[in-house]
Structures are given as structure tokens and as C-alpha cells.
Nanobody, 126 residues
Framework: QVQLVESGGGLVQAGGSLRLSCAAS????????MGWFRQAPGKEREFVSL????????MYADSVKGRFTISRDNTKNTVYLQMNSLKPEDTAVYYC???????????????????WGQGTQVTVSS
């Protein structure tokens, strides 16, 4: 397993931007598929975005497509989530997660990910 630590959350007005970072503890970071998930109060944790091993393939939930961008720097063992045009409904705790392999690239599930960060709060005010 790999230890993950998120940072970059905060309070922002609607239409604003934030960049989340997730630092991994292992040098084998490049061997993990990395994902971002979020969980709003009273709701289940949901998929946000996914990055392949070398960042050549990415995927996004429909709700964030065109506004969020995932990227990774394997030299720094870090994955990022650039969030633009934020909306109040983006308010949630955001988690990064690492997976050694997905059962389906197009339908990632929580169970595919074996390592999770502690989460970082993102609050978007209207």
C-alpha cells in the first residue's frame, strides 16, 4: 500500500478555482493508477477523475468534465486536480486514491482502490 496526503482544499466563491495535490509516499508511485473521489455530506463517495500510470489517459465524471483536470508528476510522486469554474454542488471532501489495477477503466469503483488519503475539504460558496 501507499500512503497518500492531500492538500489544497479551502473555501472559494462560485466560479473560482482550486488546485488539489496528493503526495504519495512510495517511489513506486508510477505503478499506480490514481484517482480522485469526493463525498458530500449525507451522500455516498463518488468518482471524480482518473489518471493512467503515465498520465496518457484520463477520465472524468460527467459532472466535472470540462472544468476539472487531473495530472500527475511521477518524478514528484504527486497527482493534482485542477478545479475551475467551481459550483456550490462541488462542495465535498475530496480524496485521492491509488489502484494497482482496475476491473474496468470506464467503471472505476471504490473497491478498485486500495490506498486512500485522509481527504481535504472543498467548500464553494454561492
Amino acid at each position: 500500500q501507499v500512503q497518500l496526503v492531500e492538500s489544497g482544499g479551502g473555501l472559494v466563491q462560485a466560479g473560482g478555482s482550486l488546485r488539489l495535490s496528493c503526495a504519495a509516499s512510495k517511489r513506486s508511485f508510477s505503478t499506480y493508477i490514481m484517482g480522485w473521489f469526493r463525498q458530500a455530506p449525507g451522500k455516498e463517495r463518488e468518482f471524480v477523475s482518473l489518471s493512467s500510470l503515465s498520465d496518457t489517459s484520463t477520465m472524468y465524471a460527467d459532472s466535472v468534465k470540462g472544468r476539472f483536470t487531473i495530472s500527475r508528476d511521477n518524478t514528484k510522486n504527486t497527482v493534482y486536480l485542477q478545479m475551475n469554474s467551481l459550483k456550490p454542488e462541488d462542495t465535498a471532501v475530496y480524496y485521492c486514491a491509488a489502484s494497482g489495477g482496475l476491473r474496468s477503466w470506464y467503471s472505476p469503483t471504490l473497491q478498485d482502490f486500495t490506498s486512500w488519503g485522509q481527504g481535504t475539504q472543498v467548500t464553494v460558496s454561492s
